[in-house]
């Protein structure tokens, strides 16, 4: 006769089940009882929340590591009411995301810092069919904590919005039109006063200015650093020396130097908003027999990889996109937690990198 399965469980020397014993996990209760302090202690040791002594807290602390406590994220969340995790809505294509250096640098930078303090990251794109109901209804759901917004174009209501429903909001950059709102830019009136004072200082007189959108505050500061640079060498403004690029490309680049040489063939020099503009403009020069810089000089902006690989190597204006991704992360953190208060504005320097082409 064998022995019952509860007869079996209770003699050591009977057959054993064929059931493995289950450890159960430890909860907060658990860590509470092995540190000798509350519940309550530990949830606000594990959320982050409320004060707690130095000496409970390294209880709470050896507790957790001891057990092999696992944090239950959906349980924090609504203790917290925080996700973990941000967005970071970029309204370009993902052609140009992955394309143009200066995008790649920031999302670097961002990721970098959010690392540091343990946040997720949500990527996500402009909707081809332009419609963005859906993702505006999923951020201003609190779905995640905050959102950090890049290469916005015109008086974009989504931030505003974002802010009044209780979500910190971070630009890079300020839309034109927009109300006040956190942003982190470079200072790209004086990088362009810079640069084209460069060339009017290497005895150009005719200098032409490739600029980027006029519904972007990028687009708008750099022409405006242009034209400053020329009255302040009591040079005259020509508008024909002008073209409004469409986007920062190298297409956008070559097409908009093609209208400069047509407009005013006697061009010496050229201002380009962005590296790869200034890059389609090296290009148009070569197809009419114009040598860089002997028959062009070419100045561009974001001292991205490409300027060094470029030929020549370009001349450009140098801005630290990686530190700008950094910041506007490390802004978006320290509203998150209540350690900043917005409107805030980061703005940083920047400097010329003289190379080959000018």
């Known amino acids: 006769m064998t022995d019952s399965p509860a007869q079996a469980a209770k003699d050591p020397g009977g057959p054993r089940t064929a059931r493995a014993t289950r450890r159960e996990r430890p909860t907060l209760d658990t860590v509470a009882r092995h540190a000798g302090v509350g519940r309550g202690t530990v949830s606000r040791v594990v959320n982050e929340t409320g004060s707690v002594s ?35 809505v970029v309204t370009e294509s993902q052609e140009r995301l992955w ?83 956190s942003f982190v830019d470079c200072d790209n009136r004086s990088g362009a006063r810079e640069a084209t004072d460069y060339l009017a200082r290497r005895g150009h007189e005719a200098i032409a200015c490739i600029t980027g959108p006029q519904d972007m505050s990028v687009g708008v500061d750099r022409l405006a650093g242009y034209r400053d640079a020329l009255r302040g060498r009591r040079l005259k403004v020509v508008e024909e020396r002008i073209a409004v690029a469409d986007e920062f490309g190298e297409a956008a ?13 006697g061009v010496t020099a050229v201002f380009a908003a962005s590296d790869p503009l200034a890059i389609g403009a090296i290009r148009a020069a070569r197809d009419r027999g114009r040598d860089v810089p002997s028959g062009l000089a070419v100045v561009g902006f ?57």
């Not at 143009?100 to 909707?127: K, N, S």
């Not at 680049?253 to 063939?265: H, L, Q, T, Y």
């Open 54 to 88: 130095e000496r409970s807290r390294e209880a709470v602390l050896a507790a957790v590591e001891e057990l092999g406590y696992v944090p239950n994220h959906a349980a924090r969340s609504l203790v917290t009411r925080r996700t973990g995790a941000v967005a970071l």
């Open 99 to 181: 394309s143009e250096p200066y995008f790649a640098g920031i999302v670097r930078g961002i990721t970098e810092q959010l690392g540091e303090d343990d946040i997720r990251l949500m990527l996500t794109f402009e909707p081809r069919d332009g419609s963005r109901a859906k993702l505006e209804s999923y951020l201003l759901g609190h779905h995640v904590d905050g959102v950090m917004m890049v290469s916005g174009h015109g008086a974009d209501p989504l931030p505003e919005r974002l802010e009044n429903a209780g979500v910190p909001t971070v630009l890079c950059g300020v839309p034109i039109g927009l109300s006040p709102v």
């Open 253 to 265: 680049g070559v097409a908009a130097m093609r209208r400069i040489f047509e407009a005013d063939p």
């Open 302 to 358: 974001d001292d991205s990889p490409l300027a060094e690989m470029s030929e020549p190597p370009l001349t450009t204006v140098h801005q630290p996109t990686e530190t700008l991704g950094r910041e506007m992360a490390r802004l978006l953190i320290g509203r998150i937690r209540g350690e900043e208060t917005g409107p805030l504005v980061t703005i940083l320097g920047t400097h010329l990198v003289e190379r080959g082409s000018a």
